[in-house]
């Protein structure tokens, strides 16, 4: 028989993963509860069943995947939910959060006697032209959660506990977010002080691999810098016994903040980023 399986929320990479399950035949129920209209409609394209957010836990698996600002208040909401009921599916927090924070999630869904696995996704939501994400997963109940391989997932499972895949998640994270970061904040730099040309002409000359990846990675982060915020800062927690380290983190999260309210306000970060990046 065919899993049930419960996403929340429906978000870009939420709706994707059930787009893919409920392709290959499985039930996925979700809640619109407080959500937008956009979410709704991305529900409805990734053929999810909607329902009240008490009735999740008739599934077998439940994926929390939300931006990571919202995810341990979701846990403490929702374990009160899944304390008083008789079925409790596997909870299978998918948000970039440090082990720190996945820890309290862990601590608030275990309480009500839930079992509990950690999940990183690394990748791009599902569709298109790119890989599917990878799923890295530890914690409880490998055999349950490695069964939606067979509908459409790739799950590659840690052998170490829960906190592992979200150790792993801020790693490659904070490599790669952090990178776009950096770069795009010394373009901006380059900028101000008039040298964004002869910047723009010796990274072609030198580093043409990395100009190259800059080229598609910062204008697809303008309009994402918001969600980027509270990442930043899971990582620079995950960091906190390298203070030097973690307090880079923390910049990142101001300059993405600062990023995204340039973005609201149709401030000029487009064009001169296009400026510099244009062949």
Request: hydrophobic share 45%.
């Amino acid at each position: 028989m065919k899993p049930v399986v419960a996403i929340y929320a429906q978000g870009t990479m939420g709706s994707g993963l059930a787009r893919v399950l409920s392709d290959h035949g499985v039930t996925v129920l979700t809640s619109l509860e407080g959500r937008s209209a956009a979410s709704a409609e991305r529900a409805a394209a990734a053929g999810m069943q909607v329902t009240r957010l008490e009735d999740l836990t008739r599934a077998d698996v439940f994926m929390a995947v939300l931006p990571p600002g919202e995810a341990l208040s979701f846990a403490r909401r929702f374990a009160h939910v899944l304390a008083g009921t008789s079925h409790r599916p596997l909870y299978v927090d998918c948000n970039a959060v440090s082990p720190q924070t996945l820890r309290n999630i862990q601590d608030a869904v275990t309480s009500s006697g839930t079992a509990f696995a950690d999940v990183g996704i690394i990748g791009l939501p599902p569709g298109g032209a790119t890989p599917p994400p990878r799923l890295y997963a530890a914690g409880d109940d490998r055999e349950t959660l490695c069964a939606l391989r067979e509908y459409g997932l790739d799950i590659r499972w840690l052998e170490s506990g829960a906190g592992a895949a979200s150790a792993l998640k801020m790693s490659y994270g904070g490599i790669t977010k952090g990178l776009i970061a950096v770069a795009s904040a010394l373009i901006l730099g380059a900028t101000r002080a008039g040298v964004a040309e002869p910047l723009a002409q010796e990274m072609a000359a030198s580093e043409t691999q990395l100009l190259a990846s800059l080229t598609k990675r910062i204008p697809d982060m303008l309009p994402k810098a918001y969600r980027w915020v509270a990442e930043m800062n899971e990582i620079s927690e995950f960091l906190q016994a390298d203070p030097g380290a973690s307090v880079i983190y923390k910049g990142a999260a101001q300059f993405y903040a600062d990023v995204a309210t340039a973005v609201e306000n149709n401030d000029d970060l487009s064009r001169t980023f296009a400026e510099f990046l244009a062949p």
